[in-house]
Protein backbone atom coordinates (compact mmCIF):
# COMPACT_ATOMS: atom_id res chain seq x y z
CA UNK A 1 0.00 0.00 0.00
CA UNK A 2 1.72 3.29 -1.00
CA UNK A 3 1.27 6.52 1.17
CA UNK A 4 -1.23 7.75 -1.18
CA UNK A 5 -3.70 5.09 -0.48
CA UNK A 6 -3.49 5.30 3.15
CA UNK A 7 -3.89 8.78 3.20
CA UNK A 8 -6.99 8.16 1.10
CA UNK A 9 -8.62 5.58 3.49
CA UNK A 10 -11.60 6.59 5.24
CA UNK A 11 -10.80 7.21 9.42
CA UNK A 12 -12.36 4.36 11.15
CA UNK A 13 -15.06 5.47 13.39
CA UNK A 14 -14.95 4.06 17.47
CA UNK A 15 -18.52 2.90 18.78
CA UNK A 16 -19.00 3.39 22.21
CA UNK A 17 -22.16 2.41 23.60
CA UNK A 18 -23.71 1.67 27.17
CA UNK A 19 -26.74 -0.64 28.46
CA UNK A 20 -28.85 0.23 31.41
CA UNK A 21 -31.49 -1.80 33.42
CA UNK A 22 -32.42 -2.53 37.07
CA UNK A 23 -30.88 -5.45 38.98
CA UNK A 24 -32.31 -8.62 37.04
CA UNK A 25 -32.88 -7.41 33.98
CA UNK A 26 -30.18 -9.29 31.48
CA UNK A 27 -27.66 -6.31 31.62
CA UNK A 28 -24.63 -9.01 31.51
CA UNK A 29 -26.16 -11.77 28.88
CA UNK A 30 -27.50 -9.35 26.56
CA UNK A 31 -23.98 -7.10 27.15
CA UNK A 32 -21.94 -10.44 26.02
CA UNK A 33 -23.78 -10.95 23.26
CA UNK A 34 -23.32 -7.45 22.26
CA UNK A 35 -19.46 -8.21 22.56
CA UNK A 36 -19.42 -11.25 20.85
CA UNK A 37 -21.52 -10.23 17.87
CA UNK A 38 -19.98 -6.59 16.83
CA UNK A 39 -16.60 -7.08 18.16
CA UNK A 40 -16.66 -4.42 21.03
CA UNK A 41 -15.12 -4.76 24.16
CA UNK A 42 -17.34 -5.19 27.20
CA UNK A 43 -16.35 -3.35 30.44
CA UNK A 44 -18.03 -3.97 33.47
CA UNK A 45 -18.17 -1.76 36.53
CA UNK A 46 -18.61 -4.65 38.48
CA UNK A 47 -15.51 -6.53 37.14
CA UNK A 48 -13.77 -3.15 38.18
CA UNK A 49 -14.65 -2.77 41.52
CA UNK A 50 -13.66 -6.19 42.12
CA UNK A 51 -9.88 -5.86 40.63
CA UNK A 52 -9.42 -2.37 42.61
CA UNK A 53 -10.37 -4.63 45.90
CA UNK A 54 -8.34 -7.28 44.80
CA UNK A 55 -5.23 -5.41 43.62
CA UNK A 56 -5.75 -3.30 47.13
CA UNK A 57 -5.37 0.30 45.44
CA UNK A 58 -6.20 4.03 47.27
CA UNK A 59 -9.37 3.77 44.99
CA UNK A 60 -9.97 -0.43 46.13
CA UNK A 61 -9.29 0.53 49.78
CA UNK A 62 -12.05 2.99 49.32
CA UNK A 63 -14.36 1.05 47.28
CA UNK A 64 -13.61 -2.22 50.12
CA UNK A 65 -15.24 0.31 52.63
CA UNK A 66 -18.62 0.96 51.19
CA UNK A 67 -19.00 -3.19 49.42
CA UNK A 68 -18.21 -4.45 52.92
CA UNK A 69 -21.28 -2.65 54.51
CA UNK A 70 -23.50 -3.44 51.32
CA UNK A 71 -23.78 0.39 50.50
CA UNK A 72 -23.73 1.46 46.73
CA UNK A 73 -20.42 2.96 45.38
CA UNK A 74 -20.56 6.97 45.26
CA UNK A 75 -20.31 9.17 42.72
CA UNK A 76 -17.14 10.71 43.34
CA UNK A 77 -15.67 6.98 44.12
CA UNK A 78 -17.22 5.43 41.23
CA UNK A 79 -15.71 8.08 38.68
CA UNK A 80 -12.34 8.38 40.27
CA UNK A 81 -12.31 4.68 39.48
CA UNK A 82 -13.62 4.52 35.95
CA UNK A 83 -12.82 7.72 34.04
CA UNK A 84 -8.93 6.60 34.08
CA UNK A 85 -9.81 3.46 32.99
CA UNK A 86 -11.65 4.65 30.33
CA UNK A 87 -9.42 7.21 28.96
CA UNK A 88 -7.20 4.43 28.31
CA UNK A 89 -9.47 3.11 25.90
CA UNK A 90 -9.90 6.42 24.41
CA UNK A 91 -9.20 5.04 20.92
CA UNK A 92 -10.88 1.88 21.09
CA UNK A 93 -14.33 0.47 20.83
CA UNK A 94 -16.48 -0.84 23.68
CA UNK A 95 -19.78 -1.55 25.68
CA UNK A 96 -20.18 -0.28 29.31
CA UNK A 97 -22.14 -2.10 31.78
CA UNK A 98 -22.99 -0.26 35.40
CA UNK A 99 -21.42 3.29 34.11
CA UNK A 100 -22.56 5.78 34.15
CA UNK A 101 -25.46 4.95 36.83
CA UNK A 102 -26.36 8.51 38.11
CA UNK A 103 -26.89 11.89 36.20
CA UNK A 104 -23.58 13.23 38.11
CA UNK A 105 -21.81 9.59 36.77
CA UNK A 106 -23.08 10.56 33.16
CA UNK A 107 -22.48 14.19 33.54
CA UNK A 108 -18.77 13.30 34.43
CA UNK A 109 -18.39 10.55 31.49
CA UNK A 110 -19.56 12.90 28.62
CA UNK A 111 -16.58 15.35 29.84
CA UNK A 112 -14.35 12.74 29.01
CA UNK A 113 -16.22 10.91 25.83
CA UNK A 114 -19.45 11.21 23.74
CA UNK A 115 -21.49 8.07 23.09
CA UNK A 116 -22.95 6.92 20.09
CA UNK A 117 -25.81 4.60 21.66
CA UNK A 118 -27.30 3.43 25.34
CA UNK A 119 -29.70 0.61 25.79
CA UNK A 120 -32.06 0.19 28.74
CA UNK A 121 -33.92 -2.87 29.54
CA UNK A 122 -36.79 -2.13 30.95
CA UNK A 123 -38.13 -5.39 32.52
CA UNK A 124 -41.30 -5.90 34.86
CA UNK A 125 -40.97 -6.37 38.55
CA UNK A 126 -42.91 -9.88 38.62
CA UNK A 127 -40.03 -11.00 36.16
CA UNK A 128 -37.26 -9.34 37.91
CA UNK A 129 -38.17 -10.33 41.26
CA UNK A 130 -38.62 -14.07 39.89
CA UNK A 131 -35.37 -13.49 38.78
CA UNK A 132 -33.60 -12.59 41.61
CA UNK A 133 -34.65 -14.68 44.36
CA UNK A 134 -33.05 -17.53 41.79
CA UNK A 135 -30.01 -16.03 41.47
CA UNK A 136 -26.78 -16.90 43.10
CA UNK A 137 -23.45 -15.32 43.03
CA UNK A 138 -19.98 -16.63 42.97
CA UNK A 139 -18.72 -13.44 44.93
CA UNK A 140 -14.54 -13.44 43.91
CA UNK A 141 -15.34 -13.59 40.27
CA UNK A 142 -18.81 -12.07 39.83
CA UNK A 143 -20.51 -14.98 37.94
CA UNK A 144 -24.01 -14.91 38.38
CA UNK A 145 -26.29 -18.32 38.07
CA UNK A 146 -30.51 -18.51 37.86
CA UNK A 147 -31.48 -21.53 39.86
CA UNK A 148 -33.88 -22.04 36.95
CA UNK A 149 -32.25 -21.33 33.65
CA UNK A 150 -28.80 -21.56 34.14
CA UNK A 151 -28.05 -23.18 37.41
CA UNK A 152 -24.29 -24.54 38.15
CA UNK A 153 -23.43 -28.11 37.55
CA UNK A 154 -22.93 -28.72 40.81
CA UNK A 155 -25.46 -27.29 43.14
CA UNK A 156 -24.17 -24.29 45.38
CA UNK A 157 -20.88 -24.31 43.89
CA UNK A 158 -19.25 -22.49 41.12
CA UNK A 159 -18.53 -24.39 38.03
CA UNK A 160 -14.83 -23.13 37.51
CA UNK A 161 -13.47 -22.99 41.39
CA UNK A 162 -16.11 -25.37 43.22
CA UNK A 163 -16.64 -22.38 45.87
CA UNK A 164 -19.38 -21.85 47.31
CA UNK A 165 -21.89 -19.06 46.08
CA UNK A 166 -23.93 -16.71 47.85
CA UNK A 167 -27.63 -14.69 47.48
CA UNK A 168 -27.21 -11.58 48.28
CA UNK A 169 -29.70 -9.58 50.82
CA UNK A 170 -30.57 -7.41 48.74
CA UNK A 171 -31.94 -10.01 46.18
CA UNK A 172 -33.70 -11.38 48.47
CA UNK A 173 -37.69 -10.17 47.52
CA UNK A 174 -37.88 -8.78 50.97
CA UNK A 175 -35.40 -6.10 49.87
CA UNK A 176 -36.09 -6.04 46.29
CA UNK A 177 -38.95 -3.47 46.11
CA UNK A 178 -36.34 -0.94 47.59
CA UNK A 179 -33.82 -2.01 45.80
CA UNK A 180 -35.65 -1.74 41.99
CA UNK A 181 -37.94 1.54 43.67
CA UNK A 182 -33.71 3.10 44.30
CA UNK A 183 -33.12 2.36 40.33
CA UNK A 184 -35.36 4.09 38.79
CA UNK A 185 -34.96 6.87 41.13
CA UNK A 186 -31.26 7.50 40.21
CA UNK A 187 -31.57 6.17 36.14
CA UNK A 188 -34.10 8.42 34.83
CA UNK A 189 -32.45 11.85 35.14
CA UNK A 190 -29.82 9.47 33.07
CA UNK A 191 -32.16 8.27 30.70
CA UNK A 192 -33.51 11.38 30.27
CA UNK A 193 -30.31 12.79 29.22
CA UNK A 194 -29.66 10.61 26.70
CA UNK A 195 -33.12 10.58 25.53
CA UNK A 196 -32.50 14.48 24.88
CA UNK A 197 -29.51 13.50 23.17
CA UNK A 198 -31.29 11.37 20.83
CA UNK A 199 -29.03 7.87 21.69
CA UNK A 200 -31.16 6.38 24.17
CA UNK A 201 -33.02 2.92 22.69
CA UNK A 202 -35.54 1.21 24.98
CA UNK A 203 -36.26 -2.19 24.91
CA UNK A 204 -39.58 -4.29 27.26
CA UNK A 205 -39.69 -8.00 28.17
CA UNK A 206 -40.00 -10.68 29.90
CA UNK A 207 -37.55 -12.80 27.71
CA UNK A 208 -33.60 -12.12 27.20
CA UNK A 209 -34.19 -14.30 24.22
CA UNK A 210 -37.08 -12.14 22.85
CA UNK A 211 -35.14 -8.97 23.58
CA UNK A 212 -31.88 -9.86 21.74
CA UNK A 213 -33.00 -10.13 17.98
CA UNK A 214 -34.45 -6.42 18.43
CA UNK A 215 -30.71 -5.30 19.78
CA UNK A 216 -29.37 -6.98 17.39
CA UNK A 217 -30.99 -5.81 14.70
CA UNK A 218 -30.61 -1.70 15.81
CA UNK A 219 -26.65 -2.44 16.18
CA UNK A 220 -26.09 -4.42 13.11
CA UNK A 221 -28.36 -1.55 11.39
CA UNK A 222 -26.18 1.24 12.67
CA UNK A 223 -22.92 -0.17 12.55
CA UNK A 224 -22.83 -2.06 9.34
CA UNK A 225 -24.73 0.60 7.17
CA UNK A 226 -21.23 2.28 6.36
CA UNK A 227 -19.16 -0.54 7.80
CA UNK A 228 -15.74 0.92 6.79
CA UNK A 229 -16.69 3.55 9.59
CA UNK A 230 -16.65 1.66 12.55
CA UNK A 231 -13.44 -0.79 13.60
CA UNK A 232 -14.15 -3.68 15.89
CA UNK A 233 -11.43 -3.46 18.77
CA UNK A 234 -12.04 -7.29 20.63
CA UNK A 235 -8.74 -8.45 21.18
CA UNK A 236 -8.43 -12.08 20.33
Given amino acids: MTQQDRT ?3 MAKLFR ?3 MGPPGSGKGTISRRIAQSFGLQYLSSGHYLRESIAANTEAGALVRTYVER ?3 VPDHVMTRLMLPRLEQLIDQSWLLDGFPRTLSQANAMNDLCQMDMVISLNIPFETLKERLSARWVHQASGRVYNMGFNPPRV ?3 DDI ?3 PLIQHDDDKPEALMARLRHYK ?3 KPVMDLYKSQGILHSFS ?3 TDRIWPYINSLLSTRMHTQPSDYVQTQRP
Avoid: F, H, R
Wanted: net charge negative; charged share 25%; no cysteine.
Fill in 8 to 10: EQP
Fill in 17 to 19: AAI
Fill in 70 to 72: SML
Fill in 155 to 157: QGK
Fill in 161 to 163: TGE
Fill in 185 to 187: DVA
Fill in 205 to 207: GTD
